[in-house]
């Protein structure tokens, strides 16, 4: 649906970086840790006070609302945040709205059933977090995902879930998705390009 353009956007530590990923692009990130990956991540969903300009497309971050753009250029964050008591609670649309469940089928799709909306969020374990999160953030249909470690706390079937679930999202909607990734693997299997950060610089990989 849509592609991101960054234009001398510098996150806090960075240089400034221009990047451009096409609608449907997916590239990942890695670096050390402490390098600025969660950092860069966060500037680009406007997060964070940072210099420079990001698009989608054609409309640029300082046009829009905040909220708006939050929205479309939606974050996984690695640590998920839970502001109320319920799971189910946290999701903008009930499911079952005219005979369609699409917050069903997410949730299918990650392995959980429509009981796990009920659950309270104290009981969720780290991966049940992650995954429902994903959940939470693919039912507010963003164009853009930011993605940190999206797979980091899954045993390997959930892991393939996830990917599956992300590759389709990202195909069907056309989203151009920039993922946070340690997992050599993990890149092998979906592909895209690789972006490295080191000493303070983003660099695009041989
Ligand atoms: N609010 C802040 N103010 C100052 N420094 C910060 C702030 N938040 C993070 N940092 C520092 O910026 C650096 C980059 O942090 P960031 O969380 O982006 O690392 P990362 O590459 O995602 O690491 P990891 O792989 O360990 O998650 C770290 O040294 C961190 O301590």
């Given at each position: 649906m849509a592609g991101l353009r960054l234009d001398r956007l510098q996150p806090h530590g960075l240089r400034p970086i221009d990047l451009t990923l096409a609608a449907s692009e997916l590239a990942f990130v890695s670096g050390p840790s402490g390098s600025g990956k969660s950092l860069l991540l966060r500037a680009i969903a406007d997060l964070d006070p940072?210099?420079?300009?990001?698009?989608?497309?054609?409309?640029?971050?300082s046009d829009l609302a905040p909220p708006e753009w939050r929205r479309r250029v939606g974050l996984l964050p690695a640590t998920t945040h839970w502001w109320a008591e319920r799971v189910g609670e946290h999701f903008p649309t009930p499911p079952g709205v005219n005979g369609e469940d699409p917050l069903?089928?997410?949730?299918?799709?990650?392995?959980?059933?429509?009981?796990?909306?009920?659950?309270?969020?104290?009981?969720?374990?780290?991966?049940?977090?992650?995954?429902?999160?994903l959940v939470r953030l693919l039912a507010n249909a963003p164009e853009v995902l930011l993605l940190d470690e999206a797979t980091a706390n899954l045993d390997p079937l959930?892991?393939?879930?996830?990917?599956?679930?992300?590759q389709d999202y990202r195909t069907r909607h056309r989203a151009a998705v920039?993922?946070?990734?340690?997992?050599?693997?993990?890149r092998r299997r979906l592909g895209g390009r690789h972006l490295v950060i080191e000493a303070g610089r983003l660099e695009a990989t041989p």
């Open positions: 940072h210099p420079g300009e990001a698009w989608l497309d054609d409309q640029r971050r069903g089928r997410l949730l299918e799709q990650l392995g959980l059933g429509p009981e796990t909306l009920e659950w309270t969020v104290a009981r969720l374990s780290t991966g049940e977090r992650q995954r429902l999160a959930n892991q393939t879930r996830v990917e599956g679930l992300i920039l993922w946070v990734s340690h997992d050599p693997g993990q």
